[in-house]
């Protein structure tokens, strides 16, 4: 018999990117009692890996538990960008109720649109959290209207519309049912958690059902399943089976080594955990999300949805380039396949494919943002190693054309750019859906255009409206391809010879196009030092000294005027390399180069391309 548990409630926060869900978490963490009076607390404490707290964006879910009024709530903190969207799709399924924040100024945007269409499928309860209304251009009234339409859009039921607000400020640390009539702490948002969002529900004499939806690992006790209790109780050194929804065939038997709850931040041994209980467990090396843990006598999983599958790959190569092994500590190809797949113990969202090239891999993720924060981490690791350009997983339909995956803009510019970004963007294959007046001086463009379009252009979208604009994309749909598009209209500089770069060399060069590369650094033929002001790619000599004779001096070259270098951030670099160039990555350096570094070799492999 079904019973619920009163004592608990799990939600999950999600929200567009950088609308507050972080910092929300960490005011009801205050303000819940979880820090003693005098404790040093860093904000955003959810976010705890060095990317995530320089780019201010939450990558991996996180849970916490706080106590109000004697009941536990345990709180999963999702991410809110889309190549992360992985993380939030199964996370969903461990909670009864969502609280879905949005910006008071910058309304719904497509992420949220996203993860709330998968709340909303799920049929879970939202809370509808306006945050940010301490900001002088708030405009919470509106962007309730603009909530509830998303509501209609997506086909939400009566009493999903029928949702509550409450209107925040979680920089501030208050919460109220008004928006006219600021609050003074976060009670009304514990009270509406209590009120709205059911206790979770299982019947606790029934066989053990424990669907794990996230994995979390660690060195010393490996892989840590994260799941709810839905069924029945799990018990520390429990003999249980593992079943899977989507294949029938794995029933695995192990035993259950330990057992946590969360409490806090932290996570806290228990000897046993009754339903609705979100817990983890370790001692089970072969845990995979979406497997159930269940009795041995009747192991039923739980069914769960796949994980949305990747749409862009790059190929990872061990770096053989002439400055290689000298910077980093990880450089052959058996410390870089044991790294990556390492990364599939805990990104779900990732592939990771060996080719015939025992020194290449093929890594397939959801998107530019997804991968480059994988290479980011394993930069800092002490990893060197090369990666490809991106490009877009195709597939066929049965009638045998070719299909890409096409993505939908959002687009937030002042007005006096949206001409130049549309137009750009149409160059892109991009097909202008609609256009709008959002006030202050923004228009709002909706496009729907090819994955492989917006490759390498967020770079060129900054640059074009001087950083003020805003580009958000969600994955659409698989269509028919669209037609080629040309990425890039000038060339690359490349280096003639191997040496260090002189000034001289240099000031001669720059007049050629932007140079990458300063004085006094260690370049080698093949390498990109530079973009070409022409569309072809020049080779240049930037070691070349100046000839003395009696009558120069070599101080004759303090006089000379050197433009300071354009250095590319990783994300730059990515999107500057060509089809035929690599990314050479190690823990000091960003270096691109020629995939063919002898001009001879690679003056022949483009003839023979022409005549193909």
Do not use: W
Request: net charge negative.
């Amino acid at each position: 018999m079904k019973i619920k548990r009163e004592d608990i409630r799990n939600i999950a926060i999600i929200a567009h990117v950088d609308h507050g869900k972080t910092t929300l978490v960490d005011e009801l963490l205050k303000q819940s009692g979880v820090f003693r009076s005098n404790q040093e607390v860093t904000e955003r404490i959810m976010d705890s890996g060095d990317i995530e707290r320089e780019r201010g964006i939450t990558i991996l879910s996180k849970n916490t538990a706080i106590t109000y009024k004697d009941t536990k709530i345990n709180i999963i903190d999702t991410p809110g960008h889309a190549d992360f969207g992985g993380e939030v799709e199964r996370v969903l399924k461990m909670v009864n109720g969502v609280i879905l924040v949005v910006d008071a100024f910058e309304g719904p945007m497509p992420q949220t649109k996203f993860v709330l269409k998968k709340a909303l499928e799920l049929e879970l309860p939202v809370i509808a959290c306006i945050n940010k209304t301490d900001r002088p251009e708030a405009r919470p009234d509106a962007v309730v209207d603009e909530v509830l339409e998303l509501f209609i859009d997506l086909d939400a039921s009566d009493e999903q519309l029928d949702c509550p607000f409450i209107f925040a400020s979680a920089k501030e640390g208050t919460a109220s049912y008004s928006a006219d009539k600021p609050g003074t702490d976060m009670i009304p948002l514990f009270d509406t958690i209590l009120d709205y969002i059911p206790a979770p529900e299982g019947d606790p004499d029934a066989g053990t059902q424990v669907l794990i939806s996230t994995i979390d690992y660690n060195d010393y006790v490996g892989r840590i399943g994260i799941g709810k209790v839905d069924n029945g109780t799990l018990k520390a050194g429990q003999d249980v089976v593992i079943a899977n929804h989507h294949d029938p065939s794995k029933l695995t038997k192990v035993k259950v080594s330990k057992l946590y709850e969360f409490e806090g931040l932290s996570r806290v041994e228990t000897r046993q955990a009754d339903i609705g209980s979100i817990v983890a467990i370790s001692g089970i090396t072969d845990i995979h999300i979406g497997d159930t843990l269940c009795s041995p006598e009747n192991p039923v999983p739980i069914p769960f949805q796949k994980i949305s599958e990747p749409t862009i790959a790059m190929h990872f190569l061990v770096n053989d380039s002439p400055l290689a092994g000298q910077e980093g500590k990880y450089v052959t190809s058996r410390h870089l396949r044991d790294r990556l797949f390492s990364e599939l113990n805990s990104d779900v969202s990732l592939r990771v494919e060996e080719t015939e090239n025992t020194d290449s891999f093929k890594v397939s993720g959801r998107g530019e943002l997804h991968l480059s924060v994988l290479i980011e981490n394993m930069r800092r690791e002490g990893y060197e190693f090369a990666v490809s350009k991106a490009e877009v997983l195709y597939k066929t339909d049965e009638r045998g054309r070719r299909l890409e995956p096409v993505e939908r803009a959002y687009i937030d510019v002042p007005d006096d750019f949206a001409g130049s970004v549309i137009q750009k963007l149409g160059s892109r294959k991009g097909e202008l859906l609609g256009m709008s007046s959002i006030g202050g001086g923004f228009t709002r463009l909706e496009f729907l255009i090819p994955s492989r379009g917006l490759i390498g252009y967020r770079g060129e979208f900054m640059t074009d409206t001087k950083g003020n604009g805003i580009i958000n994309t969600i994955f659409e749909e698989y269509a028919p391809y669209k037609g080629d598009i040309v990425y890039r209209k000038q060339g690359s500089l490349i280096a003639f010879e191997s040496g260090e770069t002189v000034a001289y060399g240099l000031f001669n060069a720059q007049d050629r196009g932007i140079l990458f590369t300063g004085p006094g650094e260690k370049v080698y033929a093949g390498m990109v030092v530079g973009q070409s002001n022409k569309t072809e790619d020049i080779e240049i000599n930037v070691c070349k000294t100046k000839h003395l004779t009696n009558t120069r001096s070599s101080s004759a070259d303090e006089a000379l005027k050197l433009t300071p270098p354009k250095r590319l951030s990783l994300e730059e670099a990515l999107e500057f390399i060509d089809t035929d160039e690599l990314l050479e990555i190690t823990p000091e350096n960003l270096r691109i180069r020629k995939k063919i570094l002898d001009s001879t070799q690679r003056f022949r492999a483009s003839k023979k391309k022409q005549t193909q």
